[in-house]
């Protein structure tokens, strides 16, 4: 489904009430195409559909040579609650045509193969992905933004928050060493990194801003303003100059060592995953989404 959102960057009257089939919206402001998450019943919990959705958006965008910016949001009171680990649409299971083609299938793999060549496409694979595409993207955050919802956000070369996000990362309660797309060390700071995952706590979006994780924090109420007047101010520049500014900061970052060290936590994350199949209830150490809210207090 696609959009013109009114001038204030909100959608118009008439598509108040999103249609949920469509998991992931495309709409265009002016020069800006804004990809939506739209599973609002739950949180914008990320299944398969919603990433390969997002891919899809992603590369329209990219291909589309009136749009100089890429803005990513969520629709309803939440961003993003993670990947969908209880949901009635969760889809493991399932294949997808759109893949970053990096692995074979996952479907009727077993065991590990199973759980590293669905990861490694649509976790790890997709993110990357993202975070390379030439045109400048900006994560647009409101309330809860959580584990898968952090790697969405990450992979945005800027993050706009409103007052009342925050943000978490507590998959250390299911025993692996936080999420697929590994950024902690890079985006926090290696010792805060280290709290995040140890503790599980939610970070606020003021603090998440001295950290310097989030490019600005406001209002609930001026979140579509200021993000879009950002991202106008961008669009106003040189396109090839964002792209070629853009894969300098990325190339510094991975000599700095980002993209190696991802390789080797995504090990980590999968031993993990098969410690907790050879001596539990699953992958995911009995936790769905239920017991990690609970869990989380």
Known sequence: MTTEPAENGSVPADKAVPDEN??????????????????????????????????????????DDEIAVI?????????????????PGRDITKSFDRKAVIWWDHVNKQGADNR???????????????RDLPKPTIAMVQGACIAGGLMLAWVCDLIVASDDAFFADPVVRMGIPG?????????????????????????????????????????????????????????????????????????????????NGMDSVFGLHHVAHAHNA????????????????????
Request: proline share 3%; net charge positive.
């Open 71 to 87: 803005v990513l949001g969520g629709e309803g009171e939440h961003f993003c609650a993670g990947h969908d680990i209880g949901t």
């Open 179 to 259: 999420v697929e797309y590994f950024a902690h060390p890079w985006v926090l700071g290696p010792r805060f990194a280290k709290e995040m995952l140890f503790t599980g706590d939610r970070i606020s979006a003021t603090r998440a801003y001295e950290l310097g994780m989030v490019s600005r924090v406001v209002p609930r109420a001026e979140l579509a303003a200021a993000t879009f007047d950002l991202a106008d101010k961008i669009a106003a520049m040189p396109q090839f100059g964002l792209a070629l500014a853009k894969r300098a900061v990325n190339q510094c970052e991975d000599q700095m060592g980002m993209r």
């Open 116 to 130: 590293y060549a669905r990861e490694m496409e649509v976790y790890l694979g997709m993110c990357r992905r993202w």
């Open 278 to 297: 050879e001596t539990g209830a699953d992958s995911l150490a009995g936790m769905d989404a239920r017991s990690m809210k609970k869990a989380s207090g």
């Open 22 to 63: 469509d998991v992931v919206r495309y709409d265009v402001r002016d020069r800006t195409a804004v990809i939506t998450l739209n599973r609002p019943r739950y949180r914008n919990a990320q299944n398969s559909a919603v990433t390969y959705a997002l891919d899809a958006a992603f590369q329209r965008a990219v291909n």
